[in-house]
């Protein structure tokens, strides 16, 4: 399985990012998949979670009402929307299905 992560960068506060998931090698439309995110100092954590049929969707408190999941099965792509992004949402975000994990990508919000 391969996960290769994109869409990362520099925006200051209040600004929006959209992050891409291409995945391969497993059969997607089957697959749960996670973004995860790990800032400097700290342990990695779940932020959002989004079904198979991309119908279900879970979200960590501290994004909720800020960041969007969604999946397009037919590009076996997942994606992660976030919107009024703060300095505190800044870390490297991993893409995640099971045990596999992308190369992250990194996420800096500041003025």
């Known amino acids: 399985a391969q996960l290769v992560e994109s869409g990362g960068g520099l925006v200051q506060p209040g600004g929006s990012l959209r992050l891409s998931c291409a995945a391969s090698?497993?059969?997607?439309?089957?697959?749960?998949m996670s973004w995860f995110r790990q800032a400097p100092g700290k342990e990695r954590e779940l932020v959002a979670r989004?079904?198979?049929?991309?119908?279900?969707?879970y979200y960590a408190d501290s994004v909720k009402g800020r960041f969007t999941i969604s999946r397009d099965n037919a590009k076996n792509t997942v994606y992660l929307q976030m919107n009024s992004l703060k300095p505190e949402d800044t870390a490297v975000y991993y893409c995640?299905?099971?045990?596999?994990w992308g190369q992250g990508t990194q996420v800096t919000v500041s003025s």
């Open positions: 090698g497993f059969t997607f439309s089957w697959n749960v």
């Open positions: 989004i079904n198979s049929a991309g119908d279900i969707t």
């Open positions: 995640n299905t099971w045990a596999n």
